[in-house]
């Protein structure tokens, strides 16, 4: 005997569905209601900083040209200003000294009958120093790299902040290698006669190069070209045409546009409240219809006191690097972090 079961079947069926409707239901409002009611941190006054670098003059003079604006984007290896090389009556009477020395050491060569040299004894060492100071770089580069790797796993921050970590790490593994390789230590040993025409031909090509500086020196005003070392903005402070500048003085700096970040102060009593990878959203005044989005990823408080206020601490927000947005550093941000 058959028994027809169609009818039952066909009211689980429906009933099953009522209730996962209704649990679909329930469902989405829980989510609704709890993403209305997420608390967050509004920061007015944070700002797009950035990595920047200090460009130096490799030689004393004058200010002759600057080819930039301040605040301007500029290229790597792009011209920035010119410099009108100082050569001082001192300086001129050297090069003169040295060009008569150059003389001199030529006609003592071609006095002497046989001509002695050196050949080298090579030693190696090592410099104990250099390999402490670079261990200690290699450890932070390990740990910040380390610490970079677990942020880009979270999502927390670019690929290109992760890269530079990784960059800085393995040019830190480097110079530990470089500072561990034994250098060598030459000492002279005479036990060579050497050819009198090879040393006379040396001697008159150190002529020639001591003339020619000495000449130049004497008639030509001689210009140096100082250039950006990475794409970024300019920041020229107080670097203006007519400058004096010295050999080794920090002109101005270059904003690295590829290794920016929001950066916001909050009291530091606060700080529990946020975490790294936290989500952020913010508008930037200079592009008022578009929000961007990031993430947390470095919180400076009591470990670094000195680099901030007494009673604030330092959120670091990832900006997106795969928009066609420029951030320049200085760009004032609205911030709103989801706690």
């Known amino acids: 005997m058959e028994i027809d079961i169609t009818e039952k079947v066909y009211k689980i069926i429906k009933y099953c569905l009522i209730c996962i409707l209704f649990l679909v239901l329930g469902m989405s409002s829980i989510i609704y209601c709890w993403q209305k009611n997420d608390v967050y941190l509004v920061i007015s006054d944070a700002q797009i900083q950035g990595k920047n670098v ?50 001199l050491h030529y006609n003592n060569i071609l006095s002497t009958p046989d001509v002695i040299t050196p050949s ?26 380390d610490k970079m790797e677990k942020l880009f796993a979270m999502g ?24 561990n390789t034994p250098r060598v230590n030459s000492t002279a040993v005479v036990n060579q006669v050497a050819n009198k025409q090879e040393l006379l031909r040396i ?14 020196s004497k008639s030509a005003q ?13 920041n020229l402070n107080s670097f203006t045409i007519d400058t004096k500048v010295q050999a080794g003085q ?39 219809r578009l929000i961007f989005k990031g993430t947390v990823f470095d919180i400076i408080g ?20 795969d928009e066609d947005t420029v951030f320049k550093p200085g760009m004032r941000v609205n911030l709103k972090i989801t706690l």
């Not at 003059?57 to 009108?84: C, F, H, N, R, W």
């Not at 916001?264 to 606060?270: C, E, G, Q, T, V």
């Open 222 to 234: 001689q210009s140096a070209v100082i250039t950006a070392p990475v794409s970024g903005m300019v």
């Open 302 to 321: 009591d470990e670094a006191l000195e680099q901030v206020d007494d009673n604030m601490a330092i959120l670091k927000i990832s900006v997106p690097m």
């Open 54 to 103: 200090n460009i130096m003059s490799k030689v004393s003079g004058t200010v002759q040209d600057i080819l930039v604006e301040d605040g301007a984007m500029v290229e790597a290896g792009q011209t920035i200003a010119i410099l009108q090389v100082e050569i001082s009556p001192e300086q001129i009477k050297e090069l003169e000294n040295n060009l008569e020395n150059e003389k």
């Open 203 to 216: 001697a008159q090509l150190q002529i020639d190069q001591a003339k020619l500086a000495y000449e130049q």
């Open 120 to 145: 080298v004894q090579n030693n190696t060492v090592v410099d104990q120093a250099s390999v402490e100071s670079a261990q200690k770089n290699l450890d932070r580069a390990a740990a910040n790299r």
């Open 250 to 288: 920090n002109l101005f700096t270059v904003s690295d546009i590829a290794d920016v970040w929001v950066e916001a102060k909050i009291n530091r009593n606060d700080v529990y409240k946020v975490g790294l990878g936290n989500f952020s959203s913010y508008s930037i005044t200079e592009y008022p």
């Open 156 to 179: 927390a921050i670019s690929a290109v902040q992760n890269n530079a970590a990784q960059v800085a790490y393995q040019a830190a593994l480097d110079n530990f290698t470089a500072a």
